[in-house]
């Protein structure tokens, strides 16, 4: 997998970690090696914004994902916008490290990537958002025992 990683934020980005594990990722779900991925990281303010201006939500997320729009000619996945300080929230109330908050939600961004989705109330909707959180659940107990997290 081919990162380009954008860190808009206050804070830094664990780069090494963020690499190894996106990697690790790819292999799980078989992706290209030359698979393109634009990971963005933003303070709450933009993210916020953005936010709003996409899903019409006034308040910063954890991880808004944008398909390619080159379309299936291109290897470019996409991009993934996070904000490192809902991540560091999150992280504190599920009792784990940012990492594995950080790794957890990247997981999440590729599934809404390839394809995924968990916000139809239809129960094709609901049987695809059980899908993918067993899923995303099952790859991030995999990755995380590799990782220590």
């Keep these: 997998m081919q990162l380009t990683l954008v860190n808009n934020s206050k804070k830094r980005c664990p780069k090494k970690f ?4 996106m990697v690790a990722l790819a292999k799980k779900l078989k992706l290209k090696s030359k698979t393109e991925l634009t990971l963005v990281f933003l303070d709450a303010k933009p993210a916020r914004i ?24 291109s290897s470019e996945l996409g991009e993934l916008v996070l904000c490192p300080s809902v991540l ?30 968990h916000e139809s109330r239809s129960p094709e909707g609901r049987k695809q ?7 995303q659940d099952q790859l991030f107990d995999s990755l995380a025992t590799k990782f220590n997290l």
């Design 18 to 21: 963020i690499d190894s594990w």
């Design 50 to 73: 953005i936010n709003f201006e996409f899903r019409g939500r006034e308040y910063a997320t954890d991880i808004l994902s944008f398909e390619s729009s080159v379309g299936d000619l």
């Design 88 to 117: 560091e929230k999150q992280a504190k109330e599920h009792e784990h490290s940012y990492n594995a908050e950080l790794g957890y939600m990247l997981i999440h961004g590729v599934l809404h990537l390839l394809g995924f989705d």
């Design 129 to 135: 958002a059980e899908e993918m959180y067993a899923l």
